[in-house]
């Protein structure tokens, strides 16, 4: 089943209903996908998701008060990452893999921090460490460039997420066609109070004491395009060298969400990573 089929399903995780999709072979240790700023279920680009569940049990979620998840969005990544923990546990996995992208990539590092046990091997794609250079910034940029896109008519995905370049800015058009495969049973959109929490928190991240990275010792694959204006592609090299166990791809002319723009070479790369 494709990404644009499955169905939505919803759990009770503390008192609280979480809303999750799951695809793929339901073998092996599944992939647990942690999304970016202001996304729900159906902000993943479908040829990731079913490029990775083609072969591994694939499971995106929304966290607490994002889309048709209930509760009052944490204003903390500590906080989030606690909650992904719990669904984790209420879904009565032991041992999972992350793929975390931009917010989620900072939930990522928190949940190896909090429960390493938990975590086999983990992907941060086009996101960077607590107190990494800019990320105190992101809110500024998005307020930017979400008015530049509504003056110009435009997603703004388009500026946050996409180079500017000709190949960049046809990959945007392609990549926001993608997310409207889906076209029953879609996600609720993030409410504007959502979004600020989240905001919130991504600022107190970016202005955190940086952690000790040299303490996860699981594999990581750090991933990001060359122009990353949201979470500048400094952060993502920084991180690189700081796990002991990392492998660093860059993807030129990429911008924020450079595994959607160059979604096959990473889907590829992901899966090499992986493994069964």
Request: glycine share 10%.
């Amino acid at each position: 089943m494709k990404h644009q089929d499955v169905p939505t399903s919803t759990i009770n995780v503390g008192g609280t209903i979480f809303a999750y999709r799951e695809l793929g072979p339901k073998t092996g240790v599944p992939v647990i996908f942690l999304t970016h700023l202001t996304a729900v279920l159906d902000n993943w680009d479908p040829r990731v998701v079913d490029g990775i569940a083609a072969k591994r049990h694939v499971i995106t979620f929304d966290n607490r008060g994002v889309g048709a998840s209930e509760g009052k969005v944490p204003d903390t990544i500590e906080a989030m990452a606690r909650d992904a923990i719990a669904f984790i546990r209420a879904l009565g996995f032991t041992q999972v893999d992350l793929l975390g992208l931009s917010l989620g990539g900072f939930i990522t590092q928190k949940i190896v921090q909090l429960e390493p046990q938990l975590v086999r091997k983990i992907i941060l794609a086009g996101t960077g460490p607590a107190g990494g250079s800019g990320i105190d910034k992101v809110t500024q940029i998005t307020i930017f460039d979400m008015l530049r896109a509504a003056l110009t008519f435009k997603d703004p995905k388009n500026y946050l997420f996409f180079s500017q370049t000709p190949n960049g800015k046809k990959a945007a058009g392609a990549f926001l066609q993608r997310l409207k495969e889906r076209t029953a049973n879609r996600d609720k959109a993030i409410s504007l109070g959502a979004f600020y929490r989240q905001l919130r928190a991504v600022h107190a991240f970016g202005l955190e004491r940086p952690a000790d990275l040299s303490r996860v010792t699981q594999p990581v694959l750090v991933v990001n395009g060359d122009q990353d204006r949201m979470v500048p592609t400094s952060n993502s090299i920084d991180m690189s060298k700081r796990f002991p166990n990392a492998e660093l791809v860059l993807y030129a002319d990429g911008g924020h969400t450079a595994i959607f723009q160059y979604h096959e070479a990473f889907v590829n790369k992901a899966l090499e990573f992986l493994g069964t």
